[in-house]
């Protein structure tokens, strides 16, 4: 039902559990933790004020969540008592800021209950948790030590080489623009390393910068690829100054395309200290001080590169970026020019890897397995010249699908809730935004993508929103080829 690690809100879980709507506003639903049926849904802040002012001391200790109930919860309370009894299934989601998704811990066990007012309880859990995991080191075996490694100059070359042709592979090309450069910065995105275990983009040193690296060894590998923001003073940077209004960016787009990027790693260092490997989350204002390097992206042993899927991440990275610096740019932007379409699906993993204890497990993206389905489709109705996927929108990000042919534009979003009403009601502001953000040409049809069939109180619903809107909003059921 959920997977461990993957951020959700209240409502996409009140989607999943198919919560009756009435019991989704106000209440134990939006305060803390509540019963449905045989569960218990907990949702808990650690470490941040909950919205109602409280703040509870909840942390965790290694793999356990030391938590808190409300005020005057203790035990020998009916309900806290179903909590603890262990004959009931406990889901329990997390978060560090506020306005962040919560991550899904997994299904807790109390093993420890306190007499206090409010009650304290220790939760374990039936599988490795979603929390703040401590990665362990990766050994390396003596037969792997004496391969021959790929350096990291060799490794810079060769994506260098290989983005041309990509989203990517216009980096520089995008920041001329936007700098209002008279030449071209460079031909390559990365500057080829001399004496270092890491690169950054040329001219990246005041941007979030697409960053190559080694790193110390961990479950997930030794190599990184990704982004980041180096708030190291130096010569060329004296001071963080410039880079804290793109950090504010940072977390707004965050906020809006969490989905996207759900499946990438987060962490820091300070001092050369590593902190732990977290799903994305927002940059709080205490974490931006100076000698702080923050990254986003993936990790991967060096001896197993794939260059392939090291230039999606930085293809589906740079949409944020774009977002980042266009708005920083001092250079007039216009976003009236159509993007012509790229034909062609980019290499979409099926599934991604999770972080657990002692290694890696596979997870299924369904989002890809529908977009992969929804292509195929749509290549048989329009022809593959008029098909894009991964469509650069006008005001930023990435639409999922576009259909451009001389007498129609089609916006399609995929949603992946478990009712089409889930899914029109994600997908409709991304679709307007797409589909009519200032100096954007009118698509013609904005078009909700989800698995579930179209019911009939929902199509009632885009019967009316038609009646009185410019473009026509559509519902379509895709099925992937093969589950």
């Known amino acids: 039902m959920f997977v461990v690690g993957q951020g959700y809100t209240r409502e996409q879980v009140a989607e999943i559990i198919n919560l009756p709507s009435d019991k989704r506003k106000g209440g134990a639903w939006a305060t803390g933790y ?23 001391p909840n942390s965790w200790n290694g793999k356990r969540l030391n938590w808190y109930g409300k005020t005057n919860a203790r035990k020998g309370q009916p309900q806290i008592d179903r909590m603890i009894s262990g004959n009931r299934t406990v889901h329990l989601f997390w978060r560090a800021e506020d306005r962040n998704p919560f991550t899904y811990a997994g299904r807790a066990v109390a093993v420890e209950v306190s007499d206090d007012t409010p009650v304290r309880i220790t939760w374990e859990f039936d599988e490795p948790a979603g929390g703040p995991l401590d990665v362990p080191s990766k050994s390396i075996s003596p037969s792997t030590s004496r391969k021959a490694r790929t350096s990291l100059p060799e490794i810079v070359a060769k994506v260098n080489l290989l983005a041309v042709g990509r989203p990517i592979g216009k980096l520089q090309h995008l920041r001329q623009t936007l700098r209002g450069l008279q030449r071209l910065p460079s031909k390559n995105i990365f500057r080829l390393p001399k004496d270092k275990d890491w690169s950054f983009h040329i001219g990246g040193r005041d941007e979030l910068q697409f960053n190559l690296a080694f790193e110390k060894p961990s479950v997930l590998g030794d190599f990184r690829y990704g982004v980041a923001f180096s708030l190291e003073p130096s010569q060329s940077l004296p001071s963080i100054e410039p880079l804290l209004p793109k950090i504010a960016l940072f977390n707004d787009y965050l906020r809006e395309h969490y989905e996207s990027l759900s499946g990438l790693w987060m962490w820091y260092y300070e001092k050369d200290e590593r902190s732990t490997i977290v ?90 397995q529908l977009q992969a389905a929804l292509f195929e489709e749509l290549v048989a109705e329009y022809g593959r010249d008029y098909v894009g996927a991964e469509h650069p929108a006008p005001g930023g990000g990435q639409i999922d699908i576009m259909v451009i042919s001389s007498s129609q534009r089609i916006v399609y979003e995929i949603k992946t809730a478990k009712t089409a009403r889930g899914c029109v009601r994600e997908a409709i502001g991304q679709l307007l935004d797409y589909g009519f ?17 179209l019911d009939e109180f929902t199509e009632l619903y885009l019967e009316v929103l038609n009646k009185a809107f410019p473009a026509h909003i559509s519902y379509r059921q895709v099925t992937p080829a093969a589950d």
Do not use: M
Not at 34 to 48: H, K, L, P, W
Not at 440 to 449: G, K
């Open 279 to 368: 799903r994305p989350t927002l940059i709080e204002p205490s974490q931006c001080k100076p000698g702080r390097f923050i990254f986003l992206g993936n990790l991967c042993p060096r001896e197993t590169l794939d260059y392939g899927v090291i230039l999606d991440t930085l293809d589906l990275l740079l949409p944020l970026w774009r977002f980042i610096e266009e708005q920083c740019s001092e250079v007039p932007q216009s976003y009236g020019l159509e993007v012509p379409i790229s034909p062609g699906l980019p290499k979409l993993a099926p599934q991604t890897e999770k972080l657990v204890v002692g290694g890696v497990v596979s997870v299924a993206l369904r989002h890809n």
């Open 34 to 56: 509540s019963q449905c049926e045989e569960s218990f849904y907990i949702f808990t802040n650690v470490g941040a004020p909950g919205r109602t002012g409280h703040d509870y």
């Open 437 to 453: 953000w200032p100096n954007t040409l009118p698509p013609d049809e904005l078009c909700v993508v989800g698995e579930p069939p």
